[in-house]
């Protein structure tokens, strides 16, 4: 790859690499082969049911293929506390075995192909990568979610703040007309939107492993009080940059690189609808989800289509505890998911790849389940880079997008943002939204950052501060 970072990359000992690997990985491990077991016990208990002799043997398989799964996934959590070598990815016909096991071989040269060796964002990329792996071999589990069950039921849990943004909107709908004719108007809400949206990205299952469900409540509090707070832990804000660059869009496509599905797939939804309903600039909405189970909580087309369709299900929310909705508040969300089916429908809002895409699909899309730091945009997904240079404004997502777009390496936390993001700079209007959850940061002035680390502040990593990050295009 033609673009070197002068700094090398954060390792796994780094300190919420260390976290990751010694806490994070074996819960969300275990918490995929408990789903595996729940699901395989399931099984058979309707083989026991089942009468059709052919229907039993597919069951039969299906459970045996289950079991086998749950095997590779404990030998795997057994060779990673024990820093293991990372084992070649079985060639399963889907896109970047290739370029991952490319990878082993660079890492193994240098001695650095072990689970703590190895750079932390190539192994965490490779986790999911190789667990995609266990799944493709298989006959029955090929399109088998091992995270669906918790990003629906986190996503349940959202029920009061999802209501309470749906009201926000139906408020703004009233004044629709104004509002789309008041520049000065729509820069308020418009700035709100980014900071609702930015918080949005708090809520990541990955990262939530020791969270209770009131304290990711709390994550998700809206509302312009809320967002005063939370301001000051904004350690770089653009907003002004952005809103001088979109106010200049007339009719223009906005990109989404989607991070998680659920409450920050709302927002984002949310964003998105206020920028082509409420305001002149922006006419359509692209969205770049996931096509394999990625990082746990990352949108997969079905989670995009999905998603809508739960907000249209009245008792979506309706089973949580101390929930007092009433019917005008569920009208108001009512209203907006329905307004949302009519614009995918009319592909105003439209996925980078077919909605029905399978889990797996072979795609461009496939550039942002690499290993690769999104540096090497250009040079290896040429299309994919002339696509996003049409947009008029392309939205990175979240703390995994924003390693890769820095290479997750350890720049000092005052290199300007633009340089760490090397050739990809310019190439088309990007912004980044990013709460903190891993070591890399930068654009954030030296004397702040290292008040913080004085203070014994963890704003790289817990979760409490975050970074809005815009460069405009040049080339
Ligand atoms: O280990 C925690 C972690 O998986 C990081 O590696 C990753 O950057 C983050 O959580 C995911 O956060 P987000 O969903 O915001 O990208
Ligand atoms: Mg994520």
Not at 123 to 138: D, G, I, N, P, V
Request: a negative charge; proline letters at 5%.
């Amino acid at each position: 790859m033609s673009f070197k970072a002068p700094y090398p990359p954060y390792d796994p000992l780094d300190t919420a690499g260390y976290d990751t690997v010694i806490r994070r990985w074996p819960i969300i491990i275990t918490s995929v082969i408990d789903e595996l077991h729940n699901k395989c016990h399931f099984l058979s208990l309707q083989l026991k049911d089942s009468a059709e002799e052919a229907g039993k043997a597919e069951l039969e398989e299906s459970v045996a293929e289950g079991n086998q799964i749950i095997g590779k996934i404990s030998k795997l959590k057994y060779e990673m506390a024990r820093d293991r070598e990372l084992e070649p990815i079985d060639e399963d016909g889907e896109p970047n075995v290739e370029v991952y096991n490319k990878g082993l071989e660079e890492l193994k040269a240098e001695a650095k192909n072990t689970w703590f060796t190895a750079p932390w964002l190539y192994a965490e990329c490779y986790l999911y990568r190789l667990l995609r792996s266990y799944f493709t071999a298989t006959k029955h589990w090929k399109l088998y979610d091992p995270f669906l069950s918790s990003k629906t039921k986190t996503f349940k849990h959202s029920g009061d703040s999802v209501y309470k943004l749906a009201t926000t909107v139906y408020e703004l709908a009233k004044n629709k007309d104004e509002l789309r004719a008041d520049p000065a108007k729509i820069e308020v809400i418009f700035k709100e939107m980014i900071q609702m949206c930015l918080w949005g990205n708090a809520t990541d299952l990955s990262l939530l492993t020791h969270l209770t469900e009131d304290d990711i409540k709390n994550l998700q509090t809206v509302g312009k009080d809320a967002q005063a707070v939370r301001s000051k832990f904004i350690l770089k804000d653009d907003q002004e940059e952005v809103w001088n660059h979109v106010k200049g869009l007339k009719g223009a496509r906005v990109d989404f690189v989607l991070d998680n599905a659920g409450f920050e797939l709302f927002t984002d939804l949310v964003f998105a609808d206020f920028l082509v309903t409420y305001t002149p600039f922006v006419s359509k909405v692209v969205f770049h989800p996931k096509v394999i189970p990625w990082f746990v909580s990352d949108v997969l087309p079905v989670d995009f289509v999905q998603t809508i369709e739960q907000l249209l299900d009245p008792t979506f929310f309706s089973d949580l505890a101390g929930k007092d909705t009433s019917a005008a508040v569920e009208e108001h969300l009512h209203a907006m998911a329905k307004r949302w089916r009519t614009y995918v429908e009319q592909g105003v809002f439209e996925l980078s790849v077919p909605l029905e895409s399978p889990i797996g699909v072979d795609a461009e899309a496939a550039f942002w389940t690499s290993p690769y730091p999104y540096w090497n945009l250009q040079e290896l997904s040429p299309a994919l880079a002339d696509d996003l240079k049409k947009s008029g404004l392309v939205i990175f997502k979240g703390d995994l997008n924003y390693r890769k777009l820095t290479g997750d390496v350890k720049w000092p936390s005052w290199t300007p943002f633009i340089e760490a993001i090397g050739p990809l700079a310019g190439l088309f209007p990007l912004l980044s939204l990013r709460t903190n959850k891993a070591d890399v940061a930068v654009g954030v002035p030296k004397e702040v950052s290292e008040k913080l680390d004085q203070e014994g502040e963890k704003w790289r990593v817990d979760g409490r501060y975050a970074l809005i990050s815009f460069v405009p295009a040049t080339k």
